[in-house]
């Protein structure tokens, strides 16, 4: 008997976490063959290229960088392929200072498929903030 749309989406929101948090917390590059499609599709203008090896390069030089962590997830939510995340990360580049990320993945045949991205520095915005409740 074929999966329910609630049960496909459940195991892709499953997926997502587990592939996030052991690739870019626990910095476990070895794991993208695991967890990424060889055909993987990143729309990040600052990855170089497609595939596993632009994402095991990505890991290399900024996201697994500093100690592990638990990927903090503040929100997630899937509709059909597509996963949602919505996470405060440490900015690799800016040490002591915070990201506002929402990741946005499409998931095909149990790998991860595809990947769009939404990176905001926070720190600097929240002592101006208007708000009570930015970002999160």
């Given at each position: 008997m074929a999966a329910s749309a609630k049960e496909v989406e459940a195991r892709n929101k499953e997926?997502?976490?587990?592939?996030?948090q052991t690739c870019f917390g626990d910095h476990d590059i070895e794991a993208v063959d695991k967890y990424f499609s060889p055909n993987?599709?990143?729309?990040?203008?600052?990855?170089?290229?497609?595939?596993?090896e632009a994402v095991k390069d990505a890991l290399r030089?900024?996201?697994?960088?500093?100690?592990?962590k638990k990927i903090d997830v503040r929100r997630v939510c899937a509709e059909g392929d597509l996963v949602w995340l919505h996470i405060?990360?440490?900015?690799?580049?800016?040490?002591?200072?915070?990201?506002?990320?929402?990741?946005?993945f499409?998931?095909?045949?149990?790998?991860?498929a595809e990947h769009w991205d939404v990176?905001?520095?926070m720190d600097d915005l929240i002592k101006g903030?208007?708000?009570?409740?930015?970002?999160?």
């Open positions: 997926l997502v976490l587990t592939a996030y993987f599709i990143g729309h990040n203008p600052h990855m170089s290229a497609n595939g596993t030089t900024v996201w697994a960088t500093g100690p592990k405060l990360f440490p900015d690799p580049l800016n040490l002591g200072k915070s990201l506002a990320i929402v990741d946005i499409r998931v095909q045949d149990g790998k991860l990176i905001q520095p903030s208007k708000n009570t409740h930015p970002f999160f």
